[in-house]
């Protein structure tokens, strides 16, 4: 059985007074590939900051490699978990400055300049990634799909245990999707990498995930794999469509099909 790396317990969060999730449960096992789907406005990224320590837990407690959220600071948090998003990163920087932002948690006291090591971390993160070729172009040079290539490649660079990641295909053409979607997926594999990636497309969650959670007006509708919780009856209540369920000849996924004659 796989270590328990993230639980959340009973979590309820948001802005100010404004309550955005409310009772919060699920864990994530080291090494899952998780995917968080549901509709806008349903909470997905105010989880990811409540991960990531960036607004307050109002209630219950979010327990991050068997150490409670609260006694961690920022830079033991940069550490072990990386967030990559769509963020407009359109900026005058060469790229592989860029990425060794990524690098900062780990200056050791009264460093200012990176050092070899960090440069030869940032060398082997961009070959795996396949960006070595961008090295001395600029991030306001690239395409969507490139620069958010750069934008895991940083994420990357901060060595991290737990990797969060919001939207990273949304305004993708499907070539870009499936290439940062199969990089993922090797990582995952290849470096023990446990990932949660936010999504919009069910599909690709039921593809490249093991597991999905589904949030809906603040709490967890279901979590589990695809296969249990990918139902036309999830579908109807969340997504407040019709779609009829079957699965992908080629993996064996559920695949769904939406009726856009049949909205509700």
């Known amino acids: 059985m796989n270590d328990i790396i993230l639980n959340v317990k009973n979590l309820s969060c948001g802005y100010n007074s404004k309550i955005i999730l409310k009772n919060i449960n699920f864990e994530i096992n080291k090494d899952d590939f998780v995917g968080i789907i549901g509709p806008n406005g349903s909470g997905k990224t105010t989880l990811f900051r409540a ?10 407690e979010i327990i991050l490699f068997n150490k409670h959220l609260e006694h961690y ?8 978990v ?17 990425i060794l932002l990524g690098r900062l948690p780990h200056y050791k006291s009264m460093q200012i300049f990176e050092s070899k090591e960090d440069h ?23 395409s969507s799909g490139e620069r958010q290539l750069v934008v895991i ?9 737990l990797l969060l990641l919001d939207e990273p295909i949304a305004h993708l053409d499907i070539t870009h999707q499936l290439k940062i979607l199969d ?59 019709e779609a009829v369920i079957d699965k992908n000849p080629l993996s064996n996924k559920p695949f769904i099909f939406f009726n856009s004659s049949e909205r509700l």
């Open 120 to 142: 030869d971390i940032v060398f082997k993160i961009m070959e795996m990634t396949d960006i070595s070729k961008y090295n001395n172009r600029y991030l306001d040079e690239l």
């Open 51 to 60: 991960i990531n320590k960036i607004i307050k837990v109002q209630k219950g």
């Open 73 to 80: 600071n920022r830079t033991e948090i940069a550490r072990i």
């Open 183 to 241: 990089l993922l997926k090797k990582l995952n594999k290849q470096l023990d990498l446990t990932i949660i990636v936010i999504l919009h497309d069910i599909n690709i969650a039921s593809e490249y995930c093991n597991k999905i959670i589904i949030l809906n007006k603040g709490e967890i509708y279901s979590a589990g794999t695809p296969s249990d919780i990918l139902n036309k009856k999830a579908v109807k209540d969340v997504y407040n469509v």
């Open 82 to 98: 990386s967030v990559a998003s769509m963020s407009n990163y359109n900026i005058d920087i060469k790229v592989e400055d860029f």
């Open 153 to 161: 490649a940083k994420a990357l660079a901060q060595e991290p245990k």
